[in-house]
């Protein structure tokens, strides 16, 4: 019965992979009739491909040196599991970001069509990012398990993954904030010119960036949790409850699988009068009520009884939950985003100000609500129950993702269409999409830092059982020591990303001011901007810049374990995942906050564009955009990864 359960979830992911590449058919059939689309989407996919083989060409020394040390020190196996991980990792970006860059024109261009066409264009560039991501993580986990039939060796496929999405994160963030920072204070701020004007030097870096940063980058954090939280809870029930444990989390993410597929076929709507956030809701909405209803039917079936049932359900409902309160810290529509604006009245000091305390205040419920789900989760499961509750947050990840990467491609496409000086009606419906786009990352973004939550304690779970640990002592001076190191690893590590941000910032307004001053014509339309060079500024600095807090990652959990031993080891990573969580809610919804707030306002409230308000808001937007695109996101792979270095060295700190 286990073998062919395993078989039949590795199924799943056959169908993942086929509707990906159905979708991706979809995708490329569509032809574009303007040049000049086609001719900016090629630059676009050309640049972000380019940063992508010079980022993975970084990468591989990283993933021989990790492999080799495995194999010295853990086992032969677990080197090959951690490089099967990386590799399956690195392809599931390079996929959906080949096809997401070639999206985004035919999207603008499906927009001259009206608002139903784009909107199927984006998504379905969008789903082959969400279902090669489900696809490639549960094939390898079945694949690796049916070789080596040992849960706990698996982890180390959990670890590839998170060391490649650690990078892609860092990296991507770096990239995209660099470019974005310097087009917007030098090309709106100083220049006073729209954004994505073909004028601004740093306006292809910056579209190529929200595809490096929120389609690979997302790409890659999601992969990770979701093969983890699934790894953790095979960890943990191979033992409490041996083969049906390691079989019932597996045939949870098949399910998910199923569901998000059925799910993409009610993200549609009527007529251009209806609401397209409404059709991308519904498809996660019936997403989640099927793996509810699929998981009733399943957990007696395998387990016996009902009770994990209860525990899957807290952490989906939990997860759909933290998504929706997400929205409401961030969406214009509500009253925290609209009182930024309006403090924006009186400078940029009173926005920064306003916009710390909504992003400080908003951790308060998705911080009750991931309680909420641990608590009932272990009631109904014990550590157990806490990994299943993680694996149904996660189980609907092909559909949150496909919608999740639907928004950098709607972004493109407005870029694109302002580029290339398409109607008013067309940039009407491509900014529309693109609004919409803007709360679907922040949905996507609060998911990513509630499911980082419980799956970093479904690993945490995996190394207390690895080790043998029945408690966290406070009152012993090691661990205590080692729980105020973990707290203060994720500032020093936001630290090093947003200090990244700013060198490369520096770097980029330097080179549009230049540009500006020294080809003659360029701000009067006459001359072309050097596109190449803001490009390349982006990729040296994301490239050496990831360094650093990589490594951070990785030494780290190593160093505490081997010198202070496991119990200091638990208490750094319980003091990471609290003080990780807060700061990842903090930033990401500080920074979702300010630039709606700065977009509410270019909707022509207090004064619209080109007044002193605008400007103030967009100061607050850019100090936002390394807090949600660079910092805050990264921390949700550096709790996970610290976790699951800690698991799989837990063999070797022991000795």
């Given at each position: 019965?286990?073998?062919?359960?395993?078989?039949?979830?590795?199924?799943?992911?056959?169908?993942?992979?086929?509707?990906?590449?159905?979708?991706?058919?979809?995708?490329?059939?569509?032809?574009?009739?303007?040049?000049?689309?086609?001719?900016?989407?090629?630059?676009?996919?050309?640049?972000?491909?380019?940063?992508?083989?010079?980022?993975?060409?970084?990468?591989?020394?990283?993933?021989?040196?990790?492999?080799?040390?495995?194999?010295?020190?853990?086992?032969?196996?677990?080197?090959?599991?951690?490089?099967?991980?990386?590799?399956?990792?690195?392809?599931?970006?390079?996929?959906?970001?080949?096809?997401?860059?070639?999206?985004?024109?035919?999207?603008?261009?499906?927009?001259?069509?009206?608002?139903?066409?784009?909107?199927?264009?984006?998504?379905?560039?969008?789903?082959?990012?969400?279902?090669?991501?489900?696809?490639?993580?549960?094939?390898?986990?079945?694949?690796?398990?049916?070789?080596?039939?040992?849960?706990?060796?698996?982890?180390?496929?959990?670890?590839?993954?998170?060391?490649?999405?650690?990078?892609?994160?860092?990296?991507?963030?770096?990239?995209?904030?660099?470019?974005?920072?310097?087009?917007?204070?030098?090309?709106?701020?100083?220049?006073?010119?729209?954004?994505?004007?073909?004028?601004?030097?740093?306006?292809?870096?910056?579209?190529?960036?929200?595809?490096?940063?929120?389609?690979?980058?997302?790409?890659?954090?999601?992969?990770?949790?979701?093969?983890?939280?699934?790894?953790?809870?095979?960890?943990?029930?191979?033992?409490?409850?041996?083969?049906?444990?390691?079989?019932?989390?597996?045939?949870?993410?098949?399910?998910?699988?199923?569901?998000?597929?059925?799910?993409?076929?009610f993200v549609k709507i009527k007529d251009e009068s209806s609401d397209p956030q409404k059709a991308l809701?519904?498809?996660?909405?019936?997403?989640?009520?099927?793996?509810?209803?699929?998981?009733?039917?399943?957990?007696?079936?395998?387990?016996?009884?009902?009770?994990?049932?209860?525990?899957?359900?807290?952490?989906?409902?939990?997860?759909?939950?933290?998504?929706?309160?997400?929205?409401?810290?961030?969406?214009?529509?509500?009253?925290?985003?609209?009182?930024?604006?309006?403090?924006?009245?009186?400078?940029?000091?009173?926005?920064?100000?306003?916009?710390?305390?909504?992003?400080?205040?908003?951790?308060?419920?998705?911080?009750?609500?991931?309680?909420?789900?641990?608590?009932?989760?272990?009631?109904?499961?014990?550590?157990?129950?806490?990994?299943?509750?993680?694996?149904?947050?996660?189980?609907?990840?092909?559909?949150?993702?496909?919608?999740?990467?639907?928004g950098p491609i709607a972004d493109n496409a407005g870029g694109i269409a302002e580029m290339s000086h398409?109607?008013?009606?067309?940039?009407?419906?491509?900014?529309?999409?693109?609004?919409?786009?803007?709360?679907?990352?922040?949905?996507?973004?609060?998911?990513?830092?509630?499911?980082?939550?419980?799956?970093?304690?479904?690993?945490?779970?995996?190394?207390?059982?690895?080790?043998?640990?029945?408690?966290?002592?406070?009152?012993?001076?090691?661990?205590?020591?080692?729980?105020?190191?973990?707290?203060?690893?994720?500032?020093?590590?936001?630290?090093?990303?947003?200090?990244?941000?700013?060198?490369?910032?520096?770097?980029?307004?330097?080179?549009?001011?230049?540009?500006?001053?020294?080809?003659?014509?360029?701000?009067?339309?006459?001359?072309?901007?050097?596109?190449?060079?803001c490009v390349d500024i982006s990729t040296r600095a994301a490239l050496r810049e990831m360094v650093i807090?990589?490594?951070?990652?990785?030494?780290?959990?190593?160093?505490?374990?081997?010198?202070?031993?496991?119990?200091?080891?638990?208490?750094?990573?319980?003091?990471?995942?609290?003080?990780?969580?807060?700061?990842?809610?903090?930033?990401?919804?500080?920074?979702?906050?300010?630039?709606?707030?700065?977009?509410?306002?270019?909707?022509?409230?207090?004064?619209?564009?080109?007044?002193?308000?605008?400007?103030?808001?967009?100061?607050?937007?850019?100090?936002?955009?390394?807090?949600?695109?660079?910092?805050?996101?990264?921390?949700?792979?550096?709790?996970?990864?610290?976790?699951?270095?800690?698991?799989?060295?837990?063999?070797?700190?022991?000795?």
């Open positions: 019965m286990e073998v062919g359960a395993v078989v039949l979830v590795g199924l799943s992911g056959v169908l993942a992979l086929w509707f990906a590449w159905k979708s991706a058919l979809k995708v490329l059939s569509f032809k574009v009739e303007v040049e000049r689309m086609e001719e900016l989407s090629r630059i676009i996919n050309r640049s972000a491909m380019a940063f992508l083989r010079r980022e993975y060409t970084v990468l591989i020394p990283f993933v021989l040196v990790v492999a080799g040390v495995l194999a010295w020190k853990v086992s032969y196996a677990s080197a090959v599991c951690f490089a099967v991980g990386a590799s399956l990792s690195g392809l599931a970006g390079w996929v959906g970001m080949s096809i997401a860059t070639r999206a985004n024109g035919k999207t603008s261009f499906a927009a001259t069509m009206g608002v139903n066409r784009a909107l199927e264009i984006a998504f379905s560039g969008g789903t082959v990012m969400g279902m090669s991501v489900v696809g490639l993580g549960i094939l390898g986990i079945t694949a690796l398990y049916l070789i080596f039939r040992d849960a706990t060796l698996v982890t180390s496929f959990g670890f590839g993954a998170s060391s490649i999405a650690l990078f892609a994160r860092v990296g991507g963030g770096i990239y995209t904030k660099a470019a974005d920072v310097g087009a917007d204070l030098v090309g709106k701020v100083e220049a006073g010119i729209p954004e994505d004007d073909p004028r601004n030097p740093a306006v292809i870096a910056d579209n190529v960036g929200d595809n490096v940063g929120d389609i690979a980058g997302m790409g890659a954090d999601l992969f990770e949790s979701y093969v983890n939280s699934i790894i953790a809870a095979m960890s943990v029930g191979a033992v409490v409850f041996g083969a049906r444990g390691v079989v019932y989390p597996l045939l949870l993410a098949g399910l998910g699988i199923v569901a998000a597929a059925v799910g993409t076929y809701q519904t498809g996660n909405l019936v997403t989640g009520a099927l793996v509810m209803g699929g998981a009733f039917v399943l957990t007696p079936a395998v387990m016996g009884d009902m009770k994990l049932f209860w525990a899957v359900v807290s952490g989906v409902v939990a997860g759909v939950a933290i998504g929706y309160v997400t929205e409401y810290f961030t969406s214009s529509a509500y009253s925290h985003v609209r009182r930024i604006a309006e403090a924006s009245l009186t400078g940029p000091a009173t926005n920064l100000i306003m916009g710390i305390s909504v992003g400080m205040y908003s951790t308060s419920v998705p911080t009750l609500l991931i309680a909420a789900a641990t608590f009932l989760s272990y009631k109904f499961g014990g550590l157990y129950g806490i990994a299943c509750a993680a694996v149904g947050m996660l189980s609907i990840t092909g559909m949150t993702l496909s919608v999740d990467a639907y398409m109607p008013p009606e067309v940039r009407r419906i491509t900014d529309r999409l693109d609004a919409i786009g803007n709360t679907t990352a922040a949905i996507g973004k609060g998911l990513a830092i509630g499911s980082a939550a419980l799956t970093a304690l479904s690993l945490f779970a995996a190394y207390a059982t690895a080790t043998g640990l029945k408690a966290i002592d406070l009152m012993d001076a090691r661990v205590m020591a080692g729980a105020l190191v973990g707290g203060m690893l994720p500032f020093l590590f936001s630290s090093f990303a947003l200090q990244a941000v700013g060198r490369a910032a520096y770097s980029m307004v330097e080179e549009v001011r230049r540009q500006f001053r020294e080809i003659e014509g360029l701000l009067e339309g006459k001359a072309s901007p050097d596109y190449e060079r807090p990589g490594l951070m990652a990785v030494l780290a959990p190593l160093a505490v374990g081997y010198f202070m031993g496991p119990a200091a080891l638990g208490g750094m990573l319980g003091g990471s995942i609290v003080s990780g969580v807060m700061l990842a809610i903090f930033m990401a919804n500080a920074g979702g906050a300010w630039d709606n707030a700065k977009k509410y306002i270019e909707e022509g409230h207090y004064g619209g564009k080109k007044t002193p308000p605008h400007a103030a808001a967009v100061v607050g937007d850019t100090v936002g955009d390394p807090f949600k695109d660079t910092a805050g996101p990264s921390l949700n792979i550096l709790i996970k990864l610290m976790s699951i270095i800690a698991v799989v060295f837990a063999p070797f700190m022991l000795g």
